[in-house]
């Protein structure tokens, strides 16, 4: 089993940063691909980033393409993803999740353990 916590989340004025971490406890996550989704309002989960186990390859949604990072530290179990430039239409509940492969999958349903999420409020 592997617990996921994120933390970092906030109110930032438009074009601010935030820097949001996901900790795992329970196992190492050094063979886990790591992702980040949202889920705004009424809106369906939507998948934000994701980095395979050994940092290669990170992968965005177009959305944020160029402003957000994803970045991991294996040696302390930590998964970050670092928000510049923020938008009012970033705003939602951001939830971490992990997969044990050595792809890096980009859909909620290829993930199978998860974060209790934390909520981003970005204001105009």
């Known amino acids: 089993q592997v617990q996921l916590v994120e933390s970092g989340g906030g109110l930032v004025q438009a074009g601010g940063s935030l820097r949001l971490s996901c900790a795992a406890s329970?196992?190492?996550?050094?063979?886990?691909?790591m992702g980040w989704f949202r889920q705004a309002p009424g809106q369906e989960r939507e998948f934000v980033a994701a980095i395979n186990r050994s940092s290669g390859s990170p992968y965005y949604a177009e959305s944020v393409k160029g402003r957000f990072t994803i970045f991991r530290n294996n040696a302390n179990y930590t998964v970050y993803l670092q928000m510049n430039s923020l938008k009012p239409e970033d705003t939602a509940v951001y939830y971490c999740a992990a997969v044990r492969t050595a792809l890096r999958p980009v859909k909620k349903d290829e993930y199978n353990y998860w974060g209790q999420g934390t909520q981003v409020t970005v204001s105009s």
């Open positions: 329970g196992r190492t996550i050094s063979s886990y691909a």
